[in-house]
Each structure stands twice: as C-alpha cells, then as structure tokens.
C-alpha cells in the first residue's frame, strides 16, 4: 500500500507559489484559501471580509484533518506566517504520511510587494503594504523551524529562489530528514540570513555534502 503524502507548497505573498507549483500537481485533494475565499465572495479576491476568511479557516482545518483520517494524499498552500502548518505537520506524520514542502520566496520584501501589485492590477488577491511585510517577516521567520523536521513534522523541505522573473524558479536548497543533501552554489543572500547561517557555516555545510 502506497505512503500517503501531505504536501505543502509555502512562501510569501507574490513569490509564485501557484504560478509554478500548481496544487493539483500534487495530489487529486487540493485546498487553496485563497482561491476558495474568493469563490465565496463572489469571485473576488479584494475586500475579502473577515467572517469569509473565518469560513475559509474552518473548512481548511476539516479539510486537512478528513484526509488525514482518510489516509488520503493532499495538498495545500500557505504563507506559513503561523506555526499551526507544523502542527497539521506533526498531525500527518503521526498518521503515517509523508510531508514534503516546496518553500518558493525572492530576494527582498520589496520585490514581493512589487509583484503582489501587478497581480491586484490584474485583478489578483493583494494585501496592504503593511500587511505583506509583515507576513514576508514571519514566513522567513518560520522557515528555520520547517527544515526540523522533531518540530516541523516536515520530512524533506526544497527551497526556491523565485528571484528572476524570466526563468523559473531556481532549486537553492534541500532538507531531507534535518540534513542538506543539495546546496547551490551562489546561495541566496535572503535564505543564508533567514536561516541565520553565517558565511562559515554555509562553507561548513557545503564541505559535509561534499564529504557525504
């Protein structure tokens, strides 16, 4: 009998998350918040009110928790700007699955908030500048936390720079089972800073998987 899987595609608002990773790639049980609170308003991604946000969460976590109880594999998208992801994590992996997650992020806040404007223009889901900042702050905040996997629940973690609109995104860095079995050369300033590694540790680091 095949493992199920929960995979998780995660990153800030504007990092191209549904672009280039497509839930119904993953999996035949898909969840994305956003597009099912617009569904519920009418269609619209702006001016989502609360009380539709608040529907959204709740079918999300029925959603989550049925296929865990059904041992079914699904997929879902998420900011990761909480840690309640690692909980639903956690939950999986008690339930023998297997958890994989797609991080997809861009070198600067800036760059995100520029990209989340040119999706609202085209009549795309947007946010405050105030807002996408402070998401963008707690996804990177969080994203040390997912390549543990005793806290996370989280077996593999791929990393990508979704820096350069003109090409996809570019595969940086992969976590399996709390240890780095592929780290890119020219490794991105934002992930080295978010994870807190200093230019010795990412030399450290790349030595070992050479060693490996």
């Keep these: 009998m095949a493992v199920p899987r929960m995979f998780i595609v995660a990153g800030p608002p504007g990092g191209g998350k549904s672009s280039f ?6 999996a035949d049980h898909v969840f994305n918040a956003d597009d ?8 619209s991604y702006e001016q989502i009110p609360t009380s539709v ?7 999300f976590e029925e959603f989550i ?3 865990i ?19 639903q994590a956690r939950l999986a992996k008690e339930n023998g699955f297997r958890v994989t997650m797609f991080y997809v992020a861009l070198d600067s806040v800036e760059r995100h908030i520029e990209r989340v404007i040119r999706r609202a ?6 946010a405050s500048e105030t807002t996408l900042r402070r998401i963008h702050a707690s996804s990177l905040g969080n994203l040390p936390t997912a390549l543990i996997p005793d806290r996370s629940g989280i077996d593999t973690v791929q990393v990508y720079d979704n820096s350069r609109s003109e090409t996809p995104p570019r595969l940086v860095l992969e976590v399996r089972l709390g240890r780095a079995v592929r780290i890119a050369d020219g ?12 230019e010795r540790d990412l030399e450290r680091r790349k030595r070992e998987l050479m060693q490996a």
Excluded: D, K, M
């Design 53 to 59: 946000r608040a529907v959204v969460n709740r079918e």
């Design 21 to 26: 990773f497509g839930l119904s790639g993953f």
């Design 36 to 43: 099912r609170a617009a569904e519920l308003h009418g269609g």
């Design 121 to 126: 223009a085209r009549g795309g889901h947007s």
């Design 187 to 198: 490794f991105p300033a934002w992930l080295q800073e978010a994870l807190g590694w200093t």
């Design 69 to 87: 109880r059904g041992g079914t594999s699904f997929a879902l998208e998420t900011t990761l700007r909480s840690t309640i992801t690692f909980e």
């Design 65 to 67: 928790h049925a296929n």
